[in-house]
Protein backbone atom coordinates (compact mmCIF):
# COMPACT_ATOMS: atom_id res chain seq x y z
CA UNK A 1 0.00 0.00 0.00
CA UNK A 2 1.12 3.29 -0.80
CA UNK A 3 1.74 6.31 2.32
CA UNK A 4 -1.25 7.77 0.47
CA UNK A 5 -3.58 4.95 0.32
CA UNK A 6 -2.72 4.51 3.98
CA UNK A 7 -3.03 8.07 5.23
CA UNK A 8 -6.67 7.67 3.10
CA UNK A 9 -7.93 4.59 4.97
CA UNK A 10 -6.53 6.05 8.49
CA UNK A 11 -8.03 9.25 7.83
CA UNK A 12 -5.01 11.45 9.12
CA UNK A 13 -5.86 15.03 8.97
CA UNK A 14 -3.34 17.38 7.17
CA UNK A 15 -3.87 19.20 10.83
CA UNK A 16 -2.13 15.75 12.67
CA UNK A 17 0.44 15.55 9.83
CA UNK A 18 2.01 19.10 10.45
CA UNK A 19 1.75 18.00 14.26
CA UNK A 20 -0.98 19.17 15.67
CA UNK A 21 -1.40 22.59 17.36
CA UNK A 22 2.34 22.47 18.54
CA UNK A 23 3.49 21.53 15.60
CA UNK A 24 1.72 24.60 13.94
CA UNK A 25 2.60 27.13 16.08
CA UNK A 26 6.38 25.97 15.54
CA UNK A 27 5.85 26.15 12.25
CA UNK A 28 4.28 29.34 12.26
CA UNK A 29 6.97 30.74 14.45
CA UNK A 30 9.23 29.10 11.54
CA UNK A 31 7.31 31.30 9.28
CA UNK A 32 7.62 34.77 10.53
CA UNK A 33 11.03 34.18 11.46
CA UNK A 34 11.47 33.72 7.64
CA UNK A 35 9.73 36.30 6.67
CA UNK A 36 11.54 38.83 8.43
CA UNK A 37 15.00 37.41 6.80
CA UNK A 38 13.31 37.21 3.58
CA UNK A 39 14.61 40.74 1.67
CA UNK A 40 10.98 40.32 -0.40
CA UNK A 41 8.80 41.21 2.17
CA UNK A 42 10.69 41.80 5.39
CA UNK A 43 9.90 45.10 5.33
CA UNK A 44 6.19 44.06 5.56
CA UNK A 45 7.09 42.53 9.04
CA UNK A 46 9.64 44.81 10.91
CA UNK A 47 7.37 47.75 11.72
CA UNK A 48 5.89 44.95 13.55
CA UNK A 49 9.32 44.29 16.45
CA UNK A 50 8.39 46.53 18.35
CA UNK A 51 4.79 45.23 18.91
CA UNK A 52 5.13 42.07 20.88
CA UNK A 53 1.50 41.58 21.75
CA UNK A 54 0.50 42.19 18.46
CA UNK A 55 2.50 39.83 17.13
CA UNK A 56 1.53 37.17 19.69
CA UNK A 57 -2.35 38.00 18.51
CA UNK A 58 -1.40 37.61 14.47
CA UNK A 59 0.44 33.93 15.39
CA UNK A 60 -2.88 33.02 17.27
CA UNK A 61 -4.41 34.17 14.78
CA UNK A 62 -2.20 32.24 12.01
CA UNK A 63 -2.26 28.96 14.08
CA UNK A 64 -6.18 29.12 14.46
CA UNK A 65 -6.47 29.69 10.53
CA UNK A 66 -4.24 26.85 9.61
CA UNK A 67 -5.84 24.20 12.55
CA UNK A 68 -9.17 25.22 10.64
CA UNK A 69 -7.95 24.85 6.96
CA UNK A 70 -6.14 21.47 8.02
CA UNK A 71 -8.99 19.89 9.75
CA UNK A 72 -8.10 20.42 13.00
CA UNK A 73 -10.03 21.21 16.56
CA UNK A 74 -9.88 25.42 16.33
CA UNK A 75 -12.16 28.08 14.96
CA UNK A 76 -10.32 30.61 13.29
CA UNK A 77 -11.99 34.08 14.74
CA UNK A 78 -9.61 36.68 13.05
CA UNK A 79 -11.28 38.63 10.19
CA UNK A 80 -10.95 37.65 6.91
CA UNK A 81 -7.98 37.09 4.85
CA UNK A 82 -9.21 40.13 2.11
CA UNK A 83 -10.10 42.24 5.57
CA UNK A 84 -7.02 41.31 7.06
CA UNK A 85 -4.79 42.21 3.87
CA UNK A 86 -7.15 45.07 2.40
CA UNK A 87 -5.01 48.46 1.89
CA UNK A 88 -1.54 46.04 1.58
CA UNK A 89 -1.61 45.99 -1.95
CA UNK A 90 0.53 42.85 -1.63
CA UNK A 91 1.67 42.07 -5.15
CA UNK A 92 1.61 38.68 -7.14
CA UNK A 93 5.52 38.35 -6.26
CA UNK A 94 5.60 39.14 -2.17
CA UNK A 95 3.03 36.01 -2.27
CA UNK A 96 5.20 33.72 -3.45
CA UNK A 97 7.93 35.19 -1.19
CA UNK A 98 5.71 34.72 1.60
CA UNK A 99 4.08 30.80 0.09
CA UNK A 100 7.89 30.08 -0.37
CA UNK A 101 8.72 30.64 3.56
CA UNK A 102 5.85 28.91 4.27
CA UNK A 103 7.29 25.47 2.26
CA UNK A 104 10.65 25.97 3.02
CA UNK A 105 9.21 26.19 6.90
CA UNK A 106 7.66 22.87 6.58
CA UNK A 107 10.70 21.29 4.36
CA UNK A 108 13.44 22.16 7.21
CA UNK A 109 10.69 20.65 9.98
CA UNK A 110 11.22 17.24 7.95
CA UNK A 111 6.98 17.25 6.00
CA UNK A 112 7.55 15.14 2.76
CA UNK A 113 6.78 16.80 -0.55
CA UNK A 114 3.39 15.17 -0.40
CA UNK A 115 2.25 17.10 2.63
CA UNK A 116 4.61 20.38 1.10
CA UNK A 117 2.33 20.06 -1.82
CA UNK A 118 -1.12 19.46 -0.45
CA UNK A 119 -0.06 23.58 1.59
CA UNK A 120 1.16 24.81 -1.45
CA UNK A 121 -2.25 24.05 -3.15
CA UNK A 122 -4.03 25.69 -0.56
CA UNK A 123 -1.73 28.66 -0.44
CA UNK A 124 -2.81 28.87 -4.54
CA UNK A 125 -6.20 28.57 -3.85
CA UNK A 126 -6.62 31.70 -1.21
CA UNK A 127 -4.03 33.46 -3.56
CA UNK A 128 -6.59 35.84 -4.60
CA UNK A 129 -7.88 37.26 -1.48
CA UNK A 130 -4.43 38.44 -0.32
CA UNK A 131 -3.29 39.68 -3.27
CA UNK A 132 -3.89 43.29 -4.73
CA UNK A 133 -6.59 44.19 -1.99
C1 LIG B 1 0.66 33.26 2.25
C2 LIG B 1 -0.58 33.36 2.73
C3 LIG B 1 -0.92 34.24 3.91
C4 LIG B 1 -1.68 33.85 4.97
C5 LIG B 1 -2.32 32.48 5.19
C6 LIG B 1 -1.76 34.99 5.86
C7 LIG B 1 -2.44 34.98 7.07
C8 LIG B 1 -2.56 36.04 7.93
C9 LIG B 1 -3.33 36.06 9.14
C10 LIG B 1 -4.17 34.88 9.69
C11 LIG B 1 -3.20 37.26 9.71
C12 LIG B 1 -3.82 37.74 11.05
C13 LIG B 1 -5.11 38.47 10.79
C14 LIG B 1 -5.71 39.06 12.04
O1 LIG B 1 -5.05 39.10 13.09
O2 LIG B 1 -6.86 39.52 11.98
C15 LIG B 1 -2.31 38.03 8.85
C16 LIG B 1 -1.90 39.31 9.09
C17 LIG B 1 -0.94 39.99 8.35
N1 LIG B 1 -0.41 39.59 7.16
FE1 LIG B 1 -0.77 37.84 6.24
N2 LIG B 1 -1.06 36.04 5.33
C18 LIG B 1 -0.52 35.63 4.13
C19 LIG B 1 0.25 36.37 3.27
C20 LIG B 1 0.75 37.62 3.56
C21 LIG B 1 1.64 38.37 2.70
C22 LIG B 1 2.10 37.91 1.31
C23 LIG B 1 1.94 39.53 3.37
C24 LIG B 1 2.83 40.68 2.96
C25 LIG B 1 3.82 40.56 2.11
C26 LIG B 1 1.22 39.51 4.62
C27 LIG B 1 1.26 40.49 5.60
C28 LIG B 1 0.51 40.52 6.76
C29 LIG B 1 0.58 41.58 7.74
C30 LIG B 1 1.49 42.82 7.69
C31 LIG B 1 -0.35 41.26 8.74
C32 LIG B 1 -0.71 42.08 9.99
C33 LIG B 1 -1.96 42.90 9.71
C34 LIG B 1 -2.38 43.75 10.88
O3 LIG B 1 -1.58 44.19 11.69
O4 LIG B 1 -3.58 44.02 11.00
N3 LIG B 1 0.51 38.35 4.71
N4 LIG B 1 -1.95 37.26 7.78
Avoid at 26 to 45: C, K, S, Y
Wanted: aromatic content about 6%; overall charge negative; proline content about 3%.
Amino acid sequence: MTDSAARGLSRVTLYERLGGGAGLRTLVDGIVAAHLENPTIQHRFTPYLDRPDRVEEIKRHTCAYFSEGSGGPDTYRGRSMTEAHRGMLVTDAEYTAAADDIIGTLARHGHDAETRAEVRDILEAIRGEIVGV
